[in-house]
């Protein structure tokens, strides 16, 4: 029987192998032995594991999830400047380019939600965590006197959230964008909204 640190490390190396099968193949018809070939352990190993394999995706979720919003929250911290901040913040729910595999797989994810409750939830709370990151910014800079404000804060941070999902969106779908042709238009709106120059980010 596997030690209790090593069973960690093989769902967590599960998890990243689940990611890959997922950008892959899709959530649909997912089975052990498409995760099993973007990792070392065999199809018996992934059943082991995830006698469930819906428990796999699950936790594929809750990790990318993690992993989204805990690097644009320290995205945001590299700088106390209210506008530089607010630059990165924005910069950091852009992805680069199609290949970027978290983006796709909150993407494929994002369309499960729809017809499971579980993954419908953790979308919600990635929502409300994305806003809180704007709503924080945002406050800051009006204290700071950085930002005067043309739309009440929850509304504005409401909105970025809502721009960057649906520019990643069109990327992601092959729309003949970039990360920084998104950046510029989200950050020309953040400037209207701010009353404030973001600049380059």
């Known amino acids: 029987m596997a030690r209790p640190k ?8 599960l998890v990243k192998s689940a990611k890959q099968a997922i950008v892959e193949r899709g959530l649909n018809g997912l089975r052990a032995i498409d995760v099993a070939a973007y990792s070392e352990l065999g199809a018996g190993s992934v059943a ?16 990318a999830v993690s992993r989204f919003y805990w690097n644009r929250r320290q995205q945001g911290a590299e700088s106390e400047d209210p506008r530089a901040r607010l630059g990165r913040i924005i910069r950091s729910g852009i992805p680069q380019s199609r290949e970027d595999i978290d983006f796709q797989v909150l993407n ?4 499960h939600a729809y017809r499971d409750t579980f993954h419908a939830l953790l979308m919600a709370e990635l929502y ?32 970025l959230v809502a721009m960057e ?15 920084e ?7 020309a709106n953040a400037g209207i909204m701010t009353g404030c120059r973001l600049g380059d980010g």
């Open 128 to 159: 409300r965590l994305e806003v809180s990151l704007y709503v924080d910014v945002l406050s800051d800079g009006v204290e700071a006197g950085e930002f005067t404000m043309a739309l009440p804060v929850e509304t504005a941070a409401s909105n």
């Open 6 to 13: 090593n069973q960690n490390a093989r769902r967590e190396q």
């Open 108 to 111: 494929e994810l994002h369309t």
């Open 165 to 179: 999902d649906a520019y990643g969106l069109h990327l992601m779908g092959g729309t003949p964008l970039d990360g």
């Open 48 to 63: 082991y594991y995830y006698p469930d394999l819906g428990d796999l995706v699950r936790d594929v979720h809750e990790d």
């Open 181 to 187: 042709d998104i950046y510029r238009m989200i950050a």
